[in-house]
């Protein structure tokens, strides 16, 4: 996921600058008025990417919970096997013990 909006985010600033770059080369006004046009495009173009790395950090975060999320269950899950191994281990070495005192007594 983090590379498709690596990739994503990497297509859409070349896209721009060569956009941006194009629309200089090539434009039929008169130069203040291109950079006008230029500066609000670019003033554009840097919104939509703020919104675009927001969305990414956003997305970022919710992983990460939801990783932590499902690393605390898998925590949860040990430690109720470990308490049930050491439940069996318990009961397993009073079997072994009771019969080591009947031997005692005899």
């Not at 790395?53 to 932590?68: F, N, P, Q, S, Y």
């Amino acid at each position: 996921m983090a590379k498709n909006g690596g990739n994503s985010f990497l297509g859409f600033v070349a896209g721009a600058a060569a956009g941006a770059l194009l629309g200089v080369l090539f434009a039929p006004d008169k130069g203040r008025n291109t950079r006008e046009r230029l500066s609000y495009k670019l003033d554009k173009y840097r919104e939509d990417l703020e919104d675009l790395v927001e969305d990414l950090v956003e997305e970022r975060k919710i992983a990460v919970t939801a990783a932590k999320s499902e690393g605390q269950k898998v925590i949860d899950d040990a430690i109720k096997r470990a308490e049930e191994l050491m439940g069996e281990v318990d009961a397993i070495k009073e079997s072994i013990a009771e019969p080591a005192l009947e031997d005692d007594n005899e």
